[in-house]
């Protein structure tokens, strides 16, 4: 969970001074997270670990590129240790074997009034919009988005046409960002 | 092709940030981000909203080499002692992560949280606790026993070898807001007998756990190492 009261930004900044105190604060309070994000990704807690380990070393290192000024710094981490995930599953072309259960159910998750005002009050925008999307447009970007699945791929889980896939996700995105932005 | 329009691109960058898009595509996208504050701006935007999907994971533990291996990529920690060191200091501050560590570790938080278990001991209770490597279940290194008259036994399972300029250091924390408190040194693989004075009253969830520390223990009142086995005390009976 991100911590409100955890500054995010800052640490990067003092990373980028070369703090090696703050760099730590940031692993102790997000290595746990990230592992399990990297894990639902890849599937394999080895590779998953490599995975953290590389982004981690990159946080580091491109500290001082982060600039509060284009959004937050929790969402740059994950944003480095997402490509790194999706670089490594693509360069091994093996689709994640797993129980995608918790997929499904986030799937069928439909919009029911009361969870729409916890959500509102609990600023779960992305939950809150997601629900209002169709179970068609709402699966393929929960695949794409936690296990890192291509269009293609997304398009043979689901026996779904690619052309049909590539138009289902352009058209939820578009509804999500409409939401997000109301 | 990147759309001019506003809408258009920012669900495309939407689409980038997924990792949906395929070359050449994905590079147009990448350099429209490296140069256009305004893109950059949309796909960390994107990533931001994505976090609450992240968020919905349980966090994991990470083993506890990745911290060594993290600072020795970064030129941080000499081979040496990272070959030895495992985990990360300051596990005392950072609860969260000790109740992910294990099934087993989490059932006996789980046992120190039902009503009627935590509470102060009365003299006559007796306590057990599993330390066990964190994040590895299963993997059972040492055994606390506290017998009812107080008296604490620390028995070991395993025989690691501790670099000659280490040493393993026994803590307790009984409250996280007092902070842990040293039980002493303890040889790798041989076991320590405390009395009551020594260790107190003893309460069910107390935890136990053993660092690597600079030789001659902890220069702080705190443990500075990595940990090397972590359990709580569970009640075992009650007089």
């Known amino acids: 969970m991100a911590d409100s009261e955890f500054d995010y930004e800052g640490t990067l900044e003092a990373c980028a001074r070369g703090d090696k105190g703050a760099f730590q604060r940031l692993y ?74 918790f997929i499904e159910q986030m799937a069928d998750d439909s919009a029911q009034a009361e969870d729409i005002a916890s959500d509102q009050s609990e600023g779960r925008e992305l939950r809150r919009c997601l629900r209002q999307l169709e179970r068609p447009r709402r699966h393929p970007i929960l695949l794409a988005f936690y296990r890192g699945l291509t ?12 052309g049909t896939i590539k138009g289902r996700i352009r058209a939820g995105l578009r509804a999500l960002q409409e939401c997000l932005q109301a | 092709m990147i759309p001019e329009a506003i809408e258009p691109r920012r669900a495309l960058i939407g689409e980038y940030v997924l990792g949906l898009l395929e070359e050449p595509e994905a590079s147009e996208v990448r350099a429209l981000i490296a140069r256009d504050r305004e893109a950059a701006r949309m796909a960390l935007e994107w990533e931001q909203h994505l976090l609450e999907l992240a968020d919905e994971l349980p966090a994991q533990s990470p083993s506890l080499v990745l911290w060594d291996r993290v600072q020795q990529s970064l030129g941080w920690a000499p081979a040496a002692q990272a070959n030895a060191a495992e985990g990360v200091a300051g596990w005392w501050n950072s609860l969260g992560l000790w109740r992910l560590t294990s099934g087993a570790l989490a059932l006996l938080v789980l046992l120190s949280w039902l009503p009627g278990v935590l509470r102060d001991a009365p003299s006559g209770d007796s306590f057990t606790a599993v330390l066990q490597v964190p994040g590895e279940s299963a993997k059972p290194g040492w055994v606390v026993t506290v017998d009812g008259d107080g008296t604490l036994k620390l028995q070991s399972l395993v025989a690691d070898a501790i670099p000659a300029d280490r040493s393993v250091q026994f803590w307790t924390l009984v409250d996280p807001k007092d902070g842990p408190r040293s039980l002493g040194l303890i040889e790798p693989g041989k076991g320590v007998t405390l009395n009551a004075e020594q260790i107190g009253a003893v309460q069910a969830g107390q935890l136990f756990e053993l660092t690597l520390e600079p030789q001659g223990g902890s220069p702080l009142d705190r443990p500075t190492g990595p940990v090397l086995y972590i359990g709580r005390a569970v009640l075992i009976a009650s007089n």
């Open chain 1, 28 to 101: 102790q309070r997000e290595a746990g997270q990230l592992l399990g994000l990297a894990i639902t990704l890849l599937g394999r807690r080895d590779q998953a670990e490599d995975c953290l380990h590389d982004a981690l070393v990159k946080v580091w290192h491109n500290a001082d590129r982060f600039d509060r000024s284009l959004g937050q710094g929790r969402a740059w981490i994950y944003s480095i240790l997402r490509y790194r995930a999706l670089n490594q599953l693509r360069s091994r072309g093996r689709l994640v074997d797993t129980d995608d259960g």
């Open chain 1, 151 to 162: 269009h293609e791929q997304i398009a043979s889980r689901l026996t779904t046409p690619l």
